[in-house]
């Protein structure tokens, strides 16, 4: 017999409405979701309002669905609400379900409480599926996968890109990959000069593209890189801290290296993104410890300035700039 309640749980908004859409269109004819789709925000509801309507026979067509969100009561420690939940409502519910109703229980939250007896009960009698954070090292799967569903091609080859720019929020990463897609149209192929254009940018992943223009001595690039993220409402004190935490992680990464750490160790010592220590582990080869060394001191000079309101902040970082560049020497060809 299929399952006729569903608990979906884990932060990743993406999995969750991925989930859900499936079990909707499992359940119900497009025809009838206007109707038969009922939803439930549990911190603002009492549970037993959904049992009610869960019990309730459709209004049209033969099959409905409750869907009830945020789920306090499985939490370990339930947020304070201005009513209690009658969970023996529910408990009585997963017990004898109606025939005619799906009911969907979504929690969006990194654990629930195992030892609950409303978690056990729905343990027995419904399907349960995870929505956890992705792991960054199947961020490749996943790129491919939205890309095909779109009808688009990336290139492996620029994937880097995206996890660069968005990390592992699979919502964030649709959203993107949809905004290329209207671009390069059903059967384009998405470039690296598009994707660098189109792509929303964060300070972390601006900040490791100024690493570069330091690495290949283009001022004219970084001096653009830290307009785009004045623009943005970044600070100078901010970025220097951001340009100081990346050069850290080169410098401790070629250290390790030295030592003969392999990648996947590294990251018990550096407390960083996976794909951080990754490209790290790219730039470290253009840079020289003696070079590290002095980029991070004038790093600390900068801000040392900065805060001492000794010249204005924007000329500061425009010095700095060139300062970190002129550091980098030219590599023999």
């Not at 009658?86 to 030892?115: C, F, G, M, Q, S």
């Not at 599926?129 to 090292?137: F, G, L, S, T």
């Not at 996943?142 to 009808?151: E, G, K, P, R, Y």
């Not at 204005?312 to 002129?326: C, Q």
Request: hydrophobic share 40%.
């Amino acid at each position: 017999m299929a399952k006729r309640i569903f608990l979906l749980y884990g932060p990743e908004d993406y999995l969750i409405q991925e989930e859900k859409n499936k079990i909707i269109e499992s359940v119900l004819p497009p025809e009838d979701r206007e109707f038969n789709i009922s939803q439930y925000d549990l911190e603002e509801t009492p549970v037993e309002e959904a049992v009610t309507d869960a019990e309730t026979f459709p209004f049209l067509g033969d099959k409905k669905m409750v869907i009830a969100y945020n789920p306090v009561f499985l939490k370990a420690k339930p947020d304070a609400l201005p009513f209690e939940h009658n969970t023996d409502a529910l408990v009585d519910y997963v017990n004898h379900p109606a025939d005619y109703t799906t009911l969907i229980i979504v929690a969006p939250y990194e654990k629930v409480d195992e030892r609950k007896k409303v978690f056990k009960l729905l343990k027995k009698h419904a399907e349960i599926i995870p929505c956890q954070p992705v792991k960054e090292w199947d961020m490749d799967k996943w790129i491919q996968s939205i890309a095909n569903d779109l009808h688009i091609t990336i290139p492996e080859s620029i994937h880097e890109l995206f996890a660069q720019e968005i990390g592992t929020n699979l919502l964030a990463l649709r959203k993107e990959i949809e905004k290329l897609a209207l671009n390069v149209g059903e059967g384009g192929v998405v470039t690296r000069e598009l994707a660098e254009d189109l792509l929303s940018h964060s300070a972390e992943a601006s900040g490791l593209k100024m690493v570069d223009a330091v690495m290949e001595r283009d001022l004219g690039r970084a001096v653009k890189l830290f307009k785009d993220l004045l623009k943005a409402n970044e600070e100078p004190i901010a970025l220097i801290a951001l340009l100081a935490s990346q050069f850290r992680i080169i410098s401790q990464v070629k250290t390790l290296k030295q030592k003969g750490y392999a990648q996947n160790k590294m990251r018990d010592y550096i407390r960083s993104h996976p794909y951080v220590i990754k490209m790290a582990l790219k730039r470290e080869r253009g840079f020289t410890n003696e070079e590290l060394n002095q980029i991070i001191q004038e790093l600390a000079d900068a801000d040392l300035m900065m805060k001492q309101g000794h010249m204005d902040k924007v000329l500061t970082f425009e010095m700095l700039l060139y300062r970190l560049i002129h550091i980098k020497k030219p590599q023999k060809v």
